[in-house]
């Protein structure tokens, strides 16, 4: 009762509540659902009588969540300004206080799009151009993941802070590349008129920002990418994965169909039916993830596909068993192959058939469908025992029973 009196702002009912003999210090720290003592709640819902009146009772204006964000991260956030102002006032060495994953408050108020905080904080004299350890995050990149344009614009016309928007992450990534993945426009189109480079790569994998904006089927950011710099089409990742490859995995078929018409249309010197360096083509993803609908627009454009076959001898078929999950997705996307004379029978150079895959990752639909539509998948030479590829006694049942039911078949 009291955290719900907190949350709606009553301040009557949570005089009345507290007023009552019974209500502790204790009481007030204790937790809720989402880690939150009575002070983290009050902060967030930004009501200063109750804020204070729950500090008279002694419980520390320090005490963190489960998540270790303090008062100051979680009215930063909200854009709670007098108890930001307050903290800042009163216990300034708050802002130094790192949470789980090691973000301060004024990442917290990029993150939730508060320039005004992160004003207040610059006045306070805090270090808000601090990165994350480890990833090396900066406000910028929260403020991209985010959407805020207002916060961009913010670090922008800040002499003091503006060279946060050309800094980079420990992968490599500029706030280009966020802004690409999170997909608002509006912030993309501010950070390459203020001249983020747009053909930043990440050092780890080598991928551009319209792989990311395909990855992540925002299709405004693509068409304005392709617009500005073309030429990032044609370019692959470390791994030999171009634009096409992302734009699979995403299931976006509009993206798909942008791509088959800009590479025309720009005359770049791209082949969205080449395979990567391991042979992996923009099926083999599509089925990986299922995406039902971009497979159907792959085989229409790309025939050839279907019966293309990776360095490690899978061919699409194994790609749509080897992860679990959407197994109605996949069960389409092999049926509808299937009608092309994709190869359900098919064995890896290691011995892998669709149905081992089903048995590893013990997706019990799967495995029952396959059993049922492909019984002879149980009698191919040298492939490996789907039985031995998986612990799992629901699938050991599954076989069972297909065994006993074989046996009273052959007893009739």
């Given amino acids: 009762m009291l955290h719900d009196a907190i949350f709606r702002g009553k301040e009557q009912e949570f005089e009345h509540l507290v007023s009552n003999s019974s209500v502790n210090k204790s009481m007030l720290e204790k937790l809720n659902h989402r880690g939150y003592n009575a002070l983290h709640l009050a902060a967030s819902r930004g009501n200063e009588k109750i804020f204070h009146k729950i500090l008279s009772f002694g419980v520390d204006v320090k005490s963190t969540a489960i998540d270790r964000t303090n008062c100051l991260h979680i009215a930063a956030f909200d854009r709670v300004y007098p108890i930001c102002r307050f903290i800042l006032e009163n216990h300034k060495d708050m802002f130094s206080i790192k949470d789980r994953y090691n973000m301060n408050p004024a990442h917290w108020a990029a993150l ?226 299937e009608k092309r004379n994709l190869n359900v029978y098919h064995v890896s150079r290691s011995g892998k058939t669709i149905l081992y895959n089903a048995c590893a990752n013990r997706s019990t639909i799967l495995v029952k469908f396959l059993l049922k539509c492909y019984p002879d998948l149980l009698k191919i030479e040298k492939s490996m025992d789907p039985r031995k590829a998986a612990w799992s006694k629901e699938i050991e049942d599954i076989f069972d029973k297909l065994l006993e039911d074989n046996l009273n078949d052959n007893s009739l």
Avoid at 214 to 227: A, L, Q, R, T
Avoid at 266 to 289: E, F, P
């Fill in 112 to 337: 939730g799009g508060q320039e005004s905080i992160l004003s207040l904080m610059i006045d306070f004299g805090c270090n808000v151009s601090e990165k994350t350890p480890k990833y090396e995050e900066n406000l910028i990149l929260f403020a991209c993941i985010s959407k805020s344009l207002s916060v961009c614009k913010f670090v922008q016309s800040r002499k003091e802070i503006c060279y946060l928007l050309h800094a980079v992450n420990s992968e490599g990534w500029n706030s280009i590349q966020y802004a690409a993945k999170s997909g608002d426009v509006d912030v993309f189109k501010f950070l390459v008129e203020n001249n983020v480079d747009i053909k930043n790569i990440s050092r780890k994998t080598g991928k551009n920002c319209l792989q990311t904006a395909c990855e992540k089927g925002n299709m405004e950011v693509c068409k304005y990418i392709i617009k500005k710099e073309p030429e990032l089409m044609k370019e692959n990742d470390r791994y030999g994965l171009h634009v096409g490859h992302f734009a699979a995995k995403s299931g976006d078929t509009d993206i798909l169909r942008l791509l088959i018409e800009m590479i025309k249309k720009y005359d770049i010197n791209c082949r969205l039916d080449k395979g990567s360096m391991d042979n992996i083509n923009i099926l083999h993803i599509a089925c990986r993830h299922a995406r039902y609908d971009m497979c159907v627009a792959i085989a229409e454009n790309y025939p050839q596909l279907i019966h293309e076959i990776t360095e490690k001898g899978w061919n699409a078929a194994l790609f749509i068993t080897e992860k679990s999950g959407a197994e109605k997705d996949r069960i389409a996307c092999l049926l509808y192959l």
